[in-house]
């Protein structure tokens, strides 16, 4: 979005584009919004974004896994795992 508006000549300070980056997050990701509000090194868009895509990459890490794999054997009998 930022980028969008950047390309059609509007003029952000890097305090407005954090900003707008934050409130355009979904209440879902309030822990975030909380951590970046606060976080002194979020300074910049990129800061954000890399910030951001951190948290994508930790969420995924973290999240559990949601499928039950079987194993057959030629006996016929499943195991569950």
């Not at 822990?31 to 509000?37: I, K, L, R």
């Not at 979020?42 to 990459?57: A, M």
Request: charged residues 30%.
């Amino acid at each position: 979005m930022i980028r969008e508006l950047k390309t059609s000549g509007h003029v952000f300070t890097d305090e407005q584009q954090v900003e707008a980056v934050i409130k355009s997050l979904p209440k879902s990701c309030e822990h975030m919004v909380v951590n970046m509000t606060h976080d002194k090194s979020v300074k910049t868009f990129d800061d954000i974004v890399c910030h951001l895509e951190f948290e994508v990459k930790q969420l995924m890490v973290a999240r559990p896994i949601e499928q039950a794999h079987v194993v057959e054997f030629s006996s016929r009998k499943k195991f569950w795992l």
